[in-house]
């Protein structure tokens, strides 16, 4: 009985506390910026269609379109 109450406090204090300081906060939510322009094949023809993935330079998440 005794390790079942104790159990239950570990458990109990696991979730009033949770993980981490909270100080960060939730992650800021990137800028947008503007892209144009045209995908071309190599015969210099547009592409009727296709996925473009747009990748970052350093640290951020990329996007797909």
Request: positive net charge; aromatic residues 2%.
């Amino acid at each position: 009985m005794l390790i079942l109450r104790s159990l239950f406090a570990v458990v109990l204090c696991l979730l009033i506390v949770g993980c981490g300081d909270g100080a960060a906060g939730p992650p800021e939510k990137p800028t947008g910026v503007a892209v144009s322009g045209k995908v071309l094949l190599p015969n210099g023809s547009p592409l009727s269609g296709g996925v473009l993935n747009l990748r970052p330079e350093a640290g951020l998440h990329g996007a797909t379109a």
